[in-house]
């Protein structure tokens, strides 16, 4: 069981490896990005206060334009959330604060996972 579950989680990595290698570059999708923050925040579905939270700070010179993070629950099967659309439509606007929300939508048991992930992005984008 752990075993298959190992496999898993590699085959899972390489994949993601895969999308974010052939991800356009964020500097390519949003030329004028100085800086990007994000605080990611991770709600079980029926709790009101996060349990998790980390502020990601996003080095745009290497940054692919491709953005999901892990869930956190660890019984959790082929969950995460993948947010890239959320992220990159407001930064092509120039928004310089937004936040939007993401459910997983792995297995934990029979069930859906459901934990909700928040996240705030603030941006600085150089004058045009
Ligand atoms: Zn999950």
Known sequence: ????????????????????????????????????DLVLA???????????????????????????SNCSDTNCLDGGYEYTRQIMQPLRERSTRFEGEHTCLGNVGNRTCGRI?????????RDR
Do not use: C
């Open 1 to 36: 069981m752990m075993r298959t579950r190992n496999l898993e989680a590699s085959r899972r990595f390489s994949e993601r490896r895969e999308r974010e290698d052939h991800a356009p570059r964020l500097v390519a999708e949003v030329p004028d990005l100085e800086v990007l």
């Open 42 to 68: 991770e709600r079980r579905a029926d709790a009101e206060r996060a349990d998790t939270s980390h502020t990601r700070r996003i080095v745009i010179a290497a940054a692919p334009a491709y953005f999901q």
């Open 117 to 125: 992930l928040h996240f705030i992005a603030t941006a600085r984008f």
